[in-house]
């Protein structure tokens, strides 16, 4: 069974996100389905999917005008929230201190984060990608993690550029996050992979050792792009 989570980002309606869960009604498959959508769209009965988030504040309640708290997430029935993403991290500054803070204030509501990490294309090019996934995992994971969470590998500079990391690159890194969270106290965490999935790689990139499903942003929009990655294992 694999976890197939999709990252609308700021995009969809309603309308869409309805069109999306009776679509996926249907569909043959044990595998997990997450939708990630717009605060908006949450609070929808999503059938056989769960809905989560894509940020969460780190902070409970007050004076934050516009944050929405891992309560608030709660109380629309989220059951995820992504923290993390190198969207967040690349126009918010967001450091991994503050995706674990984030990360923490999740899970204390009963909401399952889905932490990402993963290189710039400078880092690769550095040849820092090992080092900055595994400071990744050990920075933006909490300590004495006793819930649920999912990490999430996406290599930044592949995120919508239809480019992905060799099928060797994605072992090796889903390799190295598997061991430092086996350090941790946190074997059997899944592991997913992010970047440029579809339907044409989606089984291939799931059959790679260590790598337990798939974050999807663009093809995750549409029904006839995302049914065929979750059908695509079983
Ligand atoms: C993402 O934004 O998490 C992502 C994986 O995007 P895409 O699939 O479009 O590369």
Same mark, same amino acid.
């Given at each position: 069974m694999k976890f197939i989570a999709g990252n609308w980002k700021m995009n969809g309606s309603r309308a869409a996100?309805?069109?999306?869960?009776?679509?996926?009604?249907?569909?043959?498959?044990?595998?997990?389905v997450v939708l990630c959508v717009p605060y908006t769209m949450l609070g929808a009965d999503a059938g056989r999917a769960a809905l989560g988030a894509q940020d969460v504040?780190?902070?409970?309640?007050?004076?934050f005008t516009g944050e929405v708290s891992a309560e608030m997430l709660r109380d629309v029935n989220a059951k995820y929230v992504i923290v993390g993403h190198s969207e967040r991290r690349q126009y918010h500054g967001e450091t991994n201190d503050m995706v674990r803070e984030k990360a923490a204030a999740a899970i204390a509501a009963g909401i399952t984060p889905i932490i990402c990490v993963g290189e710039t294309m400078d880092e690769k090019q550095a040849g820092?990608?090992?080092?900055? !996934?595994?400071? *990744?995992?050990?920075?933006?994971?909490? +300590?004495?993690?006793? %819930?649920?969470?999912? #990490? @999430?590998?996406?290599?930044?500079?592949? !995120?919508?550029? *239809?480019?992905?990391?060799?099928?060797? +690159?994605?072992?090796? %890194?889903?390799?190295? #996050? @598997?061991?430092?969270?086996?350090?941790?106290?946190?074997? *059997?965490?899944?592991?997913?992979?992010?970047?440029?999935?579809?339907?044409?790689?989606?089984?291939?990139?799931?059959?790679?050792?260590?790598?337990?499903?798939?974050?999807?942003?663009?093809?995750?929009?549409?029904?006839?792009?995302?049914?065929?990655?979750?059908?695509?294992?079983?």
């Open positions: 996100l309805q069109t999306m869960i009776d679509a996926l009604r249907d569909v043959d498959t044990k595998n997990t504040s780190m902070h409970h309640h007050g004076a820092k990608t090992m080092a900055i !996934i595994e400071s *990744g995992v050990r920075e933006s994971v909490p +300590e004495n993690v006793d %819930a649920p969470i999912v #990490i @999430a590998y996406e290599p930044r500079w592949a !995120i919508g550029a *239809g480019l992905t990391p060799t099928a060797d +690159e994605i072992a090796a %890194a889903h390799t190295l #996050i @598997a061991d430092t969270l086996k350090s941790m106290g946190l074997a *059997g965490t899944p592991v997913l992979y992010g970047a440029s999935v579809k339907g044409n790689n989606a089984a291939e990139i799931m059959s790679i050792p260590n790598v337990d499903g798939v974050l999807v942003g663009g093809a995750s929009l549409k029904p006839d792009d995302f049914i065929p990655i979750i059908t695509s294992v079983k």
